[in-house]
C-alpha cells in the first residue's frame, strides 16, 4: 500500500516508487464519444516506469429516465413502472441486485448456425466463483445482450439461475436471423453509475455508484460526496430529475479478463513477476496495486483474474471500479513498451476538482484533455488564506510555509507550484470579467497586436433606441440595425466588443417597425403615418421585453451611442425598469491587480497579450502579442502563481495529458470540491 501523509517529495521522473497517498478527481459532465492512446515504456521491478493515466466514462446507457421520488434515509431512487393494454408491466430494471459491484458473472458465448444463433455457453473459469460473494436473486434473473454483429433480426438470450442466484445457463428465446459473424454476449450487471444528466439540476453530470438495486429502486453510495455536501438523495435527485445509467469502469473492463484481452506485452502471473495498476481504495484510503494471475498460479486454485497484492485472499477482483476521470497508477516492472487505448465520452462540461481533507494528497489528469492554464484549473474564487475556508485550495504564508501545493508531471520532470498569499488576491468572490475584441486600429481597420484599446471594463445605461443603418443613419430605408444611445461610456472607440444589455422593455412594434401591437393577440393597436403621432395615440401596443436585451457585437460606436446589427423591435420606455449596457464586469473581493492571458486569436502565433487589471477596472498591457485576426479568449488570474524557485508563473500551462499531483499541506481543510473554469467556453 502506498502511504499517507507524506509532505516533502523527492519525485524521479516515471520511474522509482512514489510514496504518497493518491486521491481521486471526479468527472462532472458529458460529452463527445472519443478514444485516448497512450504509450507506457517498459522497466523492472526495482525500477518500474509509471504512468498516471484515467478512466473514461462509458457511452453507453442501460437505462434512461426521470426520477419518480426518494427515500433518504435508505439513499433509495425510485422510478415509475408501465403497463400496457394486456396487463403486462415493464420495469426500469431487469432483475434483482444486478447492480451489486461485486456480483459475479461468468463467461459467455454463443455460436452461429445458418445465419442464427445457436448453442449457447456458460463458463466459470477454476476459482472464479465463490458462493460468499454477492450474486444475483433467484427469482429475477439478468438480462443478457447480444452484440457486436450484423444481422437481419437480432435474436434474444435469456440467462437462467440456480437455486442459489448462480448464472448457470442461457436459454435461446429468439434465434434472430441472417447474422454474418458471431455476435458477443454480455450480461448487464455489475457496477454501474447513475449520473445526472439534467442541465436544470446544479448537480448536472454528478455520478453515484449503485450499490443494490431492485426493478424499479436503485441504492445510490453517497460515500465520495464532500464533508459539506448533503447526505440526502433528494438533494442531488429530486422528483422529476433527468438521468441515466451506464456502466461503471472497472479493472475487467479497461484492461481485460482474459489472456486475449490483456494489451500486449502487458505482464501477468504471480505478483513478482507482473506489472501493477495501483487503484486508490475509498474504504481503507490509499493506492493498492493489483496484478493480472494467469496460468503460473492455476494449480493453486487461483482461477484468471485480477488480484489485489495484499489481499489475494479476496479473490478475483476484475470489478473493482475506477472512477470517471480517477487517476490510476500505472507500474510497468517488466520489459516492453505497452500501448494502452481507452475509448469513451470526451467530456466538456464543467468539471469540480476534488480537494481531500488536510494531510492528503490527490494525483489526477487534466479533466478536459485539452491546454489550460493553471489558474482555470484553480481559478481565484476557489483560492484563499492559509488559515482560510476549509473548502478551499489554501495559499502559501511565506514565513510558516503552510499551505496547499500542486505538482504537475510533464514527460520526465515534476514541477511544484503554489500560489503566494502576499502576491495575489485571496478574497475573490466573483472574478473580473475582461471585455476584449479583435484589434483595431486609430482607423477601425484591423491590427495584429493587442493594445489597452482592445480591452475594457466598462458600463453604463441606455436613454434610447433609434432603427437605422449600418452606419448609425437614422430615417433610412433600412432599418434593419438599431442604434442605442448610452451615457458612463469612458471611450468612444467600442466596435467589436461585445456589449451585454438588460433591463429594455417598450411598446412592441409590428413588422412594419412603426405601428405597436398586442403581444397576446398580434392585434396592431394603433395606426400612425409617423412615429410622432404615437405620444398622442389613446391606445398603445404591450409593453414587453425587448429582443436586444442580452450579448450583441457592436459593429459601429460614437461619442454617445452604438450600433448593432439586429433590428430594434420596440418602442423604447426609458423609464421603464433598468436599462443598463456593460462590457466586462469589474470582479469582487480583489485587493490586489489581477493578471490576464490571452489565448488563441492569434492563427499559429505563440505571442499571446499579457496584461493588469488594476482593482477599479483599468487596463495595462505589459505583451501586445501577434498575429491576430480574430478575437482572443482572455483567461484572469489572481496572480499568486509562484513556481518552486517562487518566480511568478500565473500564466503555467497544464498539458493536455499532465499528471498531477495536489498536496493539501494547510491544517484543517475539509473534503471538498472546487469549481475548475472550462477550457471548451
Known amino acids: 500500500m502506498i502511504i499517507m501523509k507524506m509532505f516533502h517529495f523527492s519525485f524521479l521522473a516515471h520511474h522509482g516508487f512514489l510514496a504518497v497517498c493518491l486521491f481521486l478527481l471526479p468527472s462532472f459532465g458529458f460529452g463527445l464519444v472519443g478514444s485516448t492512446s497512450f504509450v507506457v515504456e517498459g522497466g523492472n521491478s526495482t525500477n518500474p516506469t509509471y504512468y498516471i493515466a484515467s478512466a473514461p ?7 434512461s429516465g426521470t426520477v419518480a421520488s426518494t427515500v433518504d434515509s435508505n439513499r ?41 444463433v445457436s448453442s449457447p455457453s456458460v463458463t466459470w473459469q477454476p476459482g472464479t466463483w465463490n458462493s460468499n460473494k454477492p450474486k444475483f436473486n433467484p427469482l429475477y434473473p439478468p438480462e443478457v445482450v447480444l452484440y457486436d454483429a450484423d444481422c437481419n433480426t437480432s435474436a ?7 437455486g442459489v442466484g448462480k448464472l448457470t445457463g442461457l436459454t435461446v428465446v429468439n434465434a434472430g436471423d441472417g447474422y454474418t459473424s458471431t455476435p458477443k454476449v454480455k450480461v448487464i450487471a455489475g457496477p454501474h453509475f447513475v449520473k445526472i444528466t ?42 422529476g430529475t433527468q438521468i441515466v445509467v451506464i456502466p461503471a469502469t472497472t479493472l475487467g473492463s479497461l484492461f481485460g479478463t482474459d489472456f486475449s484481452e490483456l494489451p500486449s506485452n502487458w505482464s501477468y502471473g ?17 493506492y493498492h496495486p493489483y496484478f493480472f494471475l494467469g496460468t503460473s498460479a492455476q494449480h493453486l486454485n487461483y482461477g484468471r483474474g485480477w488480484y489485489a497484492k495484499d489481499s489475494t485472499v479476496a479473490g478475483i477482483l476484475n470489478h473493482t471500479v475506477v472512477y470517471p476521470d480517477e487517476a490510476f497508477l500505472i507500474a510497468k516492472r517488466t520489459s516492453g513498451t505497452v ?15 476534488f480537494l481531500p481533507k488536510s494531510g492528503n494528497q490527490i494525483l489526477a489528469k487534466n479533466p478536459y484533455g485539452a491546454d489550460m492554464l493553471l489558474a482555470e484549473l484553480i ?21 510558516s510555509g503552510e499551505g496547499d501545493v500542486v505538482t504537475l508531471l510533464e514527460g520526465a520532470v515534476w ?5 503566494k498569499e502576499s502576491a495575489g488576491n485571496t478574497a475573490v468572490t466573483s472574478m473580473h470579467i475582461l471585455g476584449s475584441r479583435r484589434p483595431l486600429d486609430g482607423s477601425d481597420g484591423n491590427a495584429t497586436t493587442m493594445t489597452s484599446d482592445d480591452f475594457l471594463i466598462d458600463s453604463g445605461t441606455v436613454t434610447a433606441i433609434d432603427s437605422c443603418n449600418e452606419n448609425g443613419q437614422t430615417g433610412q430605408s433600412d432599418t434593419s440595425y438599431s442604434k442605442l444611445t448610452i451615457t458612463g461610456a469612458n471611450t468612444t472607440d467600442l466596435k467589436g466588443f461585445t456589449v451585454v444589455l438588460d433591463g429594455l422593455q417598450g411598446y412592441l412594434l409590428y413588422e412594419d417597425n412603426l405601428n405597436e401591437i398586442n403581444a397576446s393577440t398580434g392585434a396592431q393597436v394603433t395606426s400612425v403615418t409617423q412615429f410622432s403621432q404615437l405620444a398622442s395615440s389613446a391606445a398603445r401596443g404591450s409593453i414587453v421585453d425587448s429582443n436586444l436585451n442580452g450579448s450583441h457585437e457592436i459593429v459601429k460606436s460614437g461619442s454617445s451611442f452604438i450600433v448593432l446589427d439586429k433590428q430594434r423591435d420596440v418602442n423604447f420606455k426609458s423609464d421603464e425598469g433598468s436599462p443598463v449596457w456593460k462590457i466586462g464586469n469589474i470582479g469582487t473581493g480583489y485587493s490586489a491587480p489581477a493578471r490576464f492571458y490571452c489565448v488563441g486569436g492569434n492563427g499559429i502565433s505563440d505571442s499571446n497579450a499579457t496584461g493588469t487589471i488594476s482593482t477599479t477596472g483599468a487596463i495595462t498591457v505589459s505583451t501586445n502579442g501577434s498575429g491576430y485576426i480574430s478575437t482572443p479568449h482572455t483567461i484572469i488570474s489572481g496572480g499568486g502563481w509562484r513556481y518552486q524557485d517562487d518566480n511568478p508563473r500565473d500564466n503555467e500551462i497544464l498539458g493536455a495529458s499532465t499528471g498531477l499531483l495536489i498536496q493539501r499541506n494547510s491544517l484543517s481543510g475539509d473534503k471538498s470540491y472546487i469549481e475548475s473554469l472550462n477550457p471548451f467556453e
Request: glycine fraction near 6%; avoid cysteine; aromatic fraction near 12%.
Open 76 to 116: 433509495y431512487l425510485l422510478f415509475d413502472y408501465e403497463t400496457n393494454s394486456s396487463g403486462s408491466i415493464s420495469y426500469p430494471f431487469h432483475g434483482d441486485s444486478v447492480f451489486v459491484p461485486g456480483v459475479q458473472t461468468p463467461e459467455m458465448s454463443v455460436s452461429i448456425s445458418s445465419g442464427a
Open 156 to 162: 434474444e438470450v435469456n440467462a437462467t439461475l440456480d
Open 270 to 286: 504471480l505478483p513478482a513477476n507482473a506489472d501493477w495498476i495501483y487503484v486508490w481504495d475509498v474504504i481503507y484510503g490509499g
Open 198 to 239: 439534467d442541465s436544470n439540476n446544479p448537480y448536472n453530470g454528478r455520478v453515484f455508484l449503485i450499490e443494490d438495486n431492485n426493478r424499479t429502486r436503485l441504492q445510490i453510495d453517497l460515500s465520495r460526496k464532500a464533508e459539506s455536501e448533503s447526505s440526502n438523495v433528494s438533494t442531488y435527485f429530486p422528483v
Open 339 to 353: 500501448t494502452l487505448e481507452f475509448e469513451g465520452e470526451i467530456e466538456t462540461t464543467d468539471k469540480s476538482l
Open 415 to 419: 514541477k511544484q507550484f503554489y500560489y
Open 57 to 63: 466514462v462509458s457511452e453507453d446507457s442501460v437505462y
Open 379 to 399: 481559478p481565484s474564487t476557489a483560492i484563499t488564506t492559509h488559515d482560510g475556508n476549509a473548502t478551499l485550495f489554501r495559499a502559501r504564508e511565506v514565513s
